[in-house]
């Protein structure tokens, strides 16, 4: 019988992608209860920008994006969902997006959306199943399993199960990408993603696809480079 041979190359992956979810984990902070919101206020006039964190994060952990944008003169909000480490599934956490957006945004005035890794979906379950694509403008989402990543198998969390391949939660959001469209939407990720397995899987037809350099899933609301990408995407550019 052919013995099962764990290839040097396989063992390195695997740990990449151990420390890529541990890193984007660092901010752990599971709590119960109503959305939480960080905001501050940009210049007279300004747009408004949502953000919306990845798995174990919360709202701080876009920090550094926030301030990136406020200083481009957006106003910007950051979002804590709660709890965050996908235990609860897809359209509960998009539920929390929702009121959020109806106690905060007012009434008729659309603001952009930016979702980062686990958020993206937040974000797309917002815009396609509730409603959200009425007061979204622009949308833009950094390394987001639109079509699953293989880590998702080993966990079995309500929202996790949804982040598999062909999970019914994907296949029924990815059935009708469509209403996407019209949002001038942009899915920025980096090839070297070993937490979005396979890193393809942020591509989406109906988008703009940027590939950013980034050697780590979690440097991506982080480091200067995506930042840029999503500043572009949000003027248009």
């Known amino acids: 019988m052919d013995r099962f041979i764990l290839r040097p190359n396989a063992v390195w992956i695997a740990l990449c992608g151990l420390l890529q979810l541990m890193f984007s984990g660092s901010t752990h902070a599971r709590a119960e209860g109503i959305a939480a919101v960080q905001s501050r206020p940009g210049g007279e006039g300004a747009r408004r920008v949502l953000l919306v964190h990845g798995i174990y994060n919360t709202g701080a952990y876009m920090g550094n994006m926030q301030r990136m944008l406020e200083a481009r003169g957006w106003q910007v909000y950051a979002v804590s969902l709660k709890p965050n480490d996908a235990s609860i599934s897809f359209e509960a956490m998009a539920v929390q997006l929702n009121a959020f957006v109806a106690a905060?945004?007012?009434?008729?005035?659309?603001?952009?959306?930016?979702?980062?890794?686990?958020?993206?979906?937040?974000?797309?379950?917002?815009?396609?199943?509730?409603?959200?694509?009425?007061?979204?403008?622009?949308?833009?989402?950094?390394?987001?399993?639109?079509?699953?990543?293989?880590?998702?198998?080993?966990?079995?969390?309500?929202?996790?199960?949804?982040?598999?391949?062909?999970?019914?939660?994907?296949?029924?959001?990815?059935?009708?990408?469509?209403?996407?469209?019209?949002?001038?939407?942009?899915?920025?990720?980096?090839?070297?993603?070993?937490?979005?397995?396979?890193?393809?899987?942020?591509?989406?037809?109906?988008?703009?696809?940027?590939?950013?350099?980034?050697?780590?899933?979690?440097?991506?609301?982080?480091?200067?480079?995506?930042?840029?990408?999503?500043?572009?995407?949000?003027?248009?550019?």
């Not at 079509?147 to 296949?171: D, I, K, N, Q, Y």
């Open 104 to 237: 905060h945004i007012p009434d008729g005035e659309k603001f952009d959306l930016v979702g980062f890794s686990m958020g993206g979906l937040v974000c797309r379950y917002y815009i396609q199943k509730m409603g959200g694509n009425s007061r979204v403008r622009r949308f833009v989402t950094l390394s987001t399993p639109n079509h699953g990543t293989l880590w998702a198998w080993l966990s079995g969390r309500v929202g996790v199960r949804e982040m598999r391949p062909r999970s019914t939660f994907l296949e029924e959001l990815n059935s009708n990408p469509g209403v996407l469209k019209p949002l001038d939407y942009t899915s920025i990720y980096t090839p070297l993603d070993l937490t979005i397995v396979p890193p393809s899987s942020s591509r989406m037809a109906v988008a703009r696809n940027v590939v950013s350099w980034v050697p780590f899933h979690a440097l991506m609301v982080w480091m200067p480079a995506p930042i840029r990408e999503v500043e572009r995407a949000l003027e248009g550019t």
